[in-house]
């Protein structure tokens, strides 16, 4: 069966250098020392994030016939607008060099300089006209604004008129909300840091992004626009039922939240293998808005090509998740 990918990534050496120019190590600034050393040894090297050759490997061991490769952690969107807006289009045409050295196997996502909208907009089009990206990755927030924000408007509109999708991706919180919730001198340093970013952290904050875009009532202002949501929807689809019951009535919305989200949203697992979760976003999603992703280099587990071989469903609802909802979507070839 073939199996396509799309929550991958990479970094460019070009551009990592040039970040690390401009605003120093951007990790090492947001974590302490010694969760700093946790990721040194845990997360991919440099050299793994930008490495064709192992990246080609992994996807052979495991049967994977294409990645939708977006930027990892070393990803210019958040930088000031007057050095982002061109590192972006140099991250964008970097990524481009990868896809078009194997168009078989790739292809992109953009990253956009979110901090101005307008060029992110025109950014997006130059990618998806110009360099036949499928969409854009947005990573955690900007400037502490969530994308439901009126600023950004012209991202989602721009996405909607080009027909692509946003992939909403988790990043790192603010160091109140680490304090508050997830902190505490009943652990170490690398527990409260793991806790408040790939243990639970991040994936409350990103889940409450997409929320937020259903709330804000842009599915009402534009209504084909589509948002992917990784993570098995990052700890929101649990709670449709609940906040139709008690959030959506005092809202304007022309419909429940559970619509727009059922409607407007694609779920994917990040590399979370595990079939309790897949029954479960099945039973809430339905089949033909899942589409399959690794999460690779952050995550490579053994199971990544025969995870879905393994299930008890039907081949069709399998062949939808493993590549054909991706095709759709993405207007794949």
């Known amino acids: 069966m073939k199996l ?28 302490s020392a010694e969760m700093l050393e946790y990721m040194k040894t845990d997360l991919p090297s440099d050299e793994e994030m930008q490495s064709t050759e192992k990246r080609l490997a992994f996807m052979d061991k495991h049967k994977i016939n294409r ?29 481009s060099k990868l896809v078009q ?31 036949d990206f499928k969409g854009v990755l947005l990573k955690g927030n900007y400037d502490h604004k969530y994308f439901d924000d009126p600023f950004f408007f012209p991202i989602f509109e721009m996405a909607q008129e080009l027909d692509v999708p946003v992939y909403f991706h988790p990043s790192f919180i603010p160091n109140t909300i680490t304090q508050q919730y997830f902190e505490s001198d009943q652990w170490s340093d690398v527990v409260t840091g793991i806790f408040s970013s790939a243990g639970f952290g991040w994936h409350m904050d990103v889940g409450i992004q997409v929320i937020r875009m259903v709330v804000s009532g842009i599915f009402d202002k534009l209504p084909n626009l589509k948002i992917i949501s990784g993570h098995w929807g990052e700890l929101m689809p649990i709670f449709l039922d609940r906040m ?42 339905g089949p033909d808005h899942i589409i399959y992703a690794i999460d ?7 199971n990544a090509g025969t995870f879905l071989d393994e299930l008890d ?9 493993a590549y ?7 207007r794949l070839k």
């Open 101 to 131: 050295a194997h168009p078989e196997r790739f292809s992109g996502f953009a990253v956009l300089p979110v901090g101005s909208p307008k060029d992110a907009a025109q950014e997006l089009k130059r990618t998806v006209e110009e360099l």
């Open 244 to 285: 139709d019951d008690t959030l959506a009535p005092w809202t304007t919305l022309k419909r429940k939240i559970s619509e727009y989200y059922q409607d407007n949203v694609y779920i994917t697992p990040s590399g979370i293998l595990h079939a309790r979760e897949l029954r479960f976003i099945l039973d809430v999603m």
């Open 313 to 321: 469903l039907d081949t069709e609802t399998k062949e939808k998740i």
């Open 324 to 330: 054909k909802n991706a095709e759709k979507l993405l």
């Open 67 to 95: 990645q939708v490769v977006s930027y990892g952690n070393m990803c210019p969107q958040n930088l000031p607008p007057d050095v982002s807006i061109d590192l972006c289009r140099r991250a964008n045409d970097e990524l």
């Open 296 to 302: 690779y280099p952050y995550v490579k587990p053994e």
């Open 4 to 31: 396509i990918t799309i929550e991958e990534h990479f970094e460019s050496e070009l551009i990592t250098n040039e970040m690390n120019k401009i605003a120093g190590n951007a990790i090492s600034g947001q974590v």
